[in-house]
């Protein structure tokens, strides 16, 4: 049986020791803020966008919020941007995704200050990451690493697998676990034999979306798997991609859904805001 890797516990105790920064940083007269925009009425996002406010205000974050009306032009999102950038006391600024189709995200994350880009999303943090350098990584493939790290796990000369390509998740968790010395394959939808991937994979990661998607005979025995899908099943249940309940019995380590992936990107989520606010008062 997996150790199941706890990332309610660890993020809990993250966001313990960035209270205590966030408590310092006010004895210093400063106030960690975080701009939050959300474009129209995504029931998911809506959620999401809770969640993170709940969090900040544990942390003693300041959350603010901006509900742009679906209807907006990608000029008046751009003011915005540029007007928070601007915005000494905002630190952190978040889009929340999706936003309509109508609008070019790629080119709104572009305009994030990069030194407010907490999500990691702007090309400058992309490419630092890229040349692992010190910058803002996306939230999800750094609550990931944290979670190596806390369980001893090295990625040095292993075999990870990644299915997933997506740019919040998969291709920067190219990156990082490069970085860290890993043997990285990734896979996607047009993989041909996913199954010959996957099943030489020590250490796989799963972000697709579908509900579990990988069954016991695609993991290798003993392997580490992290699932990063957020599903609803059949009865409403969350649920993974990963079919936990049979790949339990065959990896060394596993994250749960809920209580895995989720909290430690919420978790990193702060840590970006607080080392954002660090930053800009050097
Ligand atoms: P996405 O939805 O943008 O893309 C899905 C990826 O899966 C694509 O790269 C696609 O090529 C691949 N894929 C789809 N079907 C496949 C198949 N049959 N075989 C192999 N690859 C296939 O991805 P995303 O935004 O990274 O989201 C993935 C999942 O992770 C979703 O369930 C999302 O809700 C969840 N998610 C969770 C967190 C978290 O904090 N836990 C954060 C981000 C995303």
Redesign the pocket.
Known sequence: MAVIIDGKELAKKYRAKLKVKCDELKNKGINPKLAVIMVGNDNASQIYVKNKSKVCEEIGIIFEEYLLNENIKQDELINLIEKLNRDDSVHGILLQSPIPSNLNINEAFGKISPEKDVDGFNPVNVGKLALNQDTFVS??PY?IMKMFESYNIDLTGKNVTI????N???KPLIQCCLNKNATVTV?????KD?NEHTKNADILIV????SK?VTDDMVKDGAVVID????RDENGKLTG?VDFENVEKKASYITPVPG???PM?IAMLMNNVIKATENAKL
Do not use: E, Q, Y
């Not at 896979?187 to 993989?191: A, F, N, Y």
């Not at 972000?207 to 579908?210: D, L």
């Open positions: 939230c999800t609550g299915i997933g390509r997506s919040i998740v998969g896979c996607h939808s047009k993989t996913l972000a697709i979306g579908k998607f990063v899908g957020i599903n991609d895995g992936v989720g990107t």
